[in-house]
């Protein structure tokens, strides 16, 4: 009798455990959101996907994104990455004044130019929420490290380069009907190139590429949508 009783509760114990493991390392029984997010920082003085700068200019970043809940206050998930622009780059042209001898004495001058170009990538991200918050709704703080391949262009030929970045994030969730989940946040962060076109206009084109990617990575208003799905 007493083997019969320990095997029906080990028989039990078997069933209801996964659905009580569920229940603690998810949210209603689901673990997975599907979400896409839109980062947007302002074009001041650099151009933007229009080619236009300004107060009234912004520059963009869409991230679709598959998020997991990892633990009861913690998610992690991976993300993609777009975004369109264009970097200014300075070209220098020489002029010679004496065609036998070239080059002997020559005028100089510069001239900004603009050059459109595109931006793909990936991250992952871990997201810890605070206080009374429970993972996927509630205030949150987000570290995600990103590795960004931007365009460039030597003699009219399409070259791409990498430029990781890492950021943080703070921001709240919304859940509504358990399933549909609104997000917004603010987000500081910094790339590991693009620094030497800061004080001025660069020749590398490539260079001109990389800082545009740190003027539009380093700050961040982000808002997204998505679902708990299962």
């Not at 913690?74 to 970097?87: C, E, I, K, R």
């Not at 130019?113 to 990538?121: A, E």
């Not at 076109?197 to 800082?211: H, L, P, T, Y």
Request: hydrophobic residues 40%.
């Amino acid at each position: 009798m007493i083997k019969k009783r320990v095997l029906l509760i080990l028989f039990h114990s078997m069933l209801f455990f996964p659905a009580v493991l569920s229940q603690n390392n998810g949210y209603m029984g689901k673990r997975f959101l599907f979400n896409v997010d839109a980062s947007f920082s302002p074009a001041y003085f650099n151009p933007n996907f229009y080619g236009k700068s300004g107060y009234l200019h912004f520059n963009y970043i869409l991230s679709p994104n598959i998020e997991i809940i990892a633990f009861k206050k913690g998610t992690a998930g991976l993300t993609g990455h777009y975004f369109n622009s264009f970097y200014e780059y300075k070209e220098v042209v020489k002029t010679s004044y004496n065609p036998y001898i070239p080059y002997f004495f020559y005028d100089q001058k510069e001239y900004i130019k603009q050059h459109p170009f595109r931006c793909y990538g990936f991250g992952i991200f871990y997201k810890q929420y605070f206080s009374r918050a429970r993972a996927p709704l509630g205030t949150f703080l987000k570290l995600e490290l990103d590795f960004l391949f931007h365009q460039y262009f030597t003699d009219s030929i399409k070259n791409y380069a990498l430029n990781p970045g890492f950021k943080i994030e703070f921001g709240k969730d919304y859940l509504f009907w358990d399933r549909l989940r609104i997000s917004y946040g603010t987000s500081i962060g910094l790339t590991f190139n693009g620094y030497k076109g800061i004080v001025d206009k660069q020749e590398s084109q490539r260079d001109a590429s990389a800082n545009r990617v740190l003027g539009i990575y380093w700050i961040g208003f982000r808002i997204g949508v998505g679902v708990l799905a299962f």
